[in-house]
């Protein structure tokens, strides 16, 4: 989206919090649009739910440590404590992984990760049945047996075939294909499964901006 500068001699209103009565400091709402706004970058987006929208506005500007801090912290995963996975990357540091020769010492930050998700699917390939029994997840008992879907058509292909097969007229092509790229670059969606309401949303937000 594209930040855009705030009226002179306007003076920012944070948003009041409902529920607890106390400001969101950073955090405003245009009545007239009622789009969300970073007071700081002056940067909008849209949420229907306030509880929503102050936890979004917080993850904007608290952005998610590495794992590397993380682990620096001596903490991992502090947002999901309470899962099975969670404890287990608490409990385990790189450092152990090394001495135990399930890592060389010369690791990426997501290394650690990799391991302990490498034990857990070689563990349902080797024993889907048994899998599927402890972790109370029926689909790895037929894991073998699925078939992969089929792959989704690329961007590029799609476009060559609504070029192909579109019915309208050159200069129409040039209109709808020109906002067709636009739309891609400006979202950097990578297939199909990127293009979510959110996605489109913030688009929409950033041509209107």
């Given amino acids: ?20 009565g ?10 007239k649009s009622e789009r969300w706004r970073v007071i700081g970058t002056n940067k909008f ?28 912290a001596g903490v991992w995963y ?10 287990i990357l608490s409990a385990v540091a ?17 290394d650690s990760d990799e391991v302990v998700m490498k034990i857990v699917g070689e563990e349902i390939l080797r024993r889907p049945k048994w899998a599927a029994s402890k972790s109370g997840v029926e ?25 192909k097969y579109a019915k309208c007229g050159s200069t129409q092509k040039k209109k709808v294909l ?12 990578a297939d199909l499964r990127d293009i979510t309401p959110e996605v489109v949303v913030a688009y929409s937000d950033d041509v209107t901006s």
């Fill in 178 to 189: 020109r906002s067709w790229r636009d739309f891609r670059k400006v979202t950097k969606i």
């Fill in 45 to 72: 987006f849209r949420e229907s739910d306030p509880a929503k929208a102050i936890a979004r506005f917080l993850k904007m500007t608290n952005p998610e440590p590495t794992l590397q801090e993380k682990i620096a």
């Fill in 139 to 163: 689909q790895f008992g037929y894991l073998l047996d699925m078939k992969p879907p089929a792959p989704l058509p690329t961007l590029d292909h799609l476009e060559e075939v609504w070029q």
């Fill in 1 to 20: 989206m594209i930040a855009t500068k705030p009226k002179v001699g306007r003076k920012a209103k944070h948003y009041v919090d409902p529920k607890t």
């Fill in 94 to 110: 790189s450092r152990d992984l090394v001495e135990a020769g399930l890592l060389s010492g010369k690791t990426r930050e997501e």
């Fill in 78 to 87: 502090p947002d999901h404590p309470g899962t099975l996975l969670g404890r």
């Fill in 22 to 31: 106390k400001q969101i400091f950073g955090l405003g709402r245009d009545a």
